[in-house]
């Protein structure tokens, strides 16, 4: 195991600096802001990956957009991202099959918290071993929101979803909720202080939450990109709304997999 894959085991997350050329995510945010103010389309498309316009203010309803009409992010999915997870986990990815991709904004003071969660709470898979990618278009530090985790908490294993909103567990919802504050219970928690050249990788089992955005004149923009890495099988339960989930034609037990979750 390499020096990364080692704290990767032991904190669940790593922040990589310096790791493209800032021109990568330079030409993704020009092509993003140009779909940003055209895409209106609401509904699931079901044959093919999807990439998730969500921003963080309340009633705010998530947007859909293809890759076909979004190809420089595509081409840095395909040839720069998935090389260089290889690269930095080479024993820890046995596939990697995307699963989902979201570009998170949060616009000056409208929007609110993205309260504190688990990836794999939200997911039907078993085993629900993922790891997620979070890159900012734009530098991004405690006040204009950045993501903060808690260090070493995929060690705790699965938890309780809730409205990443309000944080109301969903109904049906009967596992243990992580703890409203992790420092206090003695989790050393991480502000990810980073810019556009740099990825924050972390296990899908390992808690984070982001503030809101009080820089004025600021938008805090975030790509986030989701990785199956072992073979799963569907395994469904309450309160897994995350939109792939409308793109599923499965029953429980079935292989996880189809036109919208190529392996890569
Ligand atoms: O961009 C954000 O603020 C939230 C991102 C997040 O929670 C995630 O990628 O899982």
């Not at 090389?83 to 046995?94: G, W």
């Not at 899908?204 to 600021?218: E, Q, R």
Request: aromatic share 10%.
């Amino acid at each position: 195991m390499n020096t990364i894959e080692k704290d990767f085991e032991k904190d669940g997350v790593i922040l990589l600096k310096d790791v493209w050329k800032k021109s990568e995510m330079e030409s993704i945010r020009k092509e993003y802001e140009f779909l940003d103010k055209n895409l209106k389309r609401k509904e699931i498309i079901k044959d093919e990956p999807i990439i998730v316009f969500w921003k963080h203010v309340v009633g705010e309803q998530k947007r859909i957009c293809t890759f076909g009409e979004f190809p420089t992010l595509w081409n840095f999915v395909t040839n720069t991202l998935t090389p260089k997870i290889r690269e930095i986990l080479p024993n820890k990815i046995e596939k990697l099959q995307l699963l989902e991709t979201i570009i998170f904004n949060k616009p000056f003071e409208k929007s609110n918290t993205l309260h504190w969660h688990q990836d794999v709470a939200y997911f039907p898979l078993k085993p629900n071993n993922q790891i997620a990618v979070w890159i900012p278009f734009d530098q991004v530090d405690k006040k204009s929101g950045a993501l903060n985790y808690a260090i070493g908490s995929h060690k705790e294993g699965i938890k309780g979803s809730t409205d990443l909103h309000t944080r109301k567990p969903f109904d049906n919802e009967n596992r243990d909720l992580i703890p409203t504050d992790p420092e206090q219970e003695g989790y050393k928690v991480q502000c990810m202080e980073m810019g556009p050249t740099d990825m924050v990788c972390h296990n899908g089992y390992t808690w984070h939450y982001s503030g809101p955005n009080k820089k004025k004149g600021y938008e805090r923009r975030g790509l986030s990109v989701r990785f199956i890495i072992q073979d799963a099988k569907f395994d469904p339960r309450p309160g897994q709304g995350a939109a792939f989930t409308k793109q599923l034609d499965l029953k429980a037990g079935d292989n996880f997999e189809g036109k919208p979750f190529p392996s890569l």
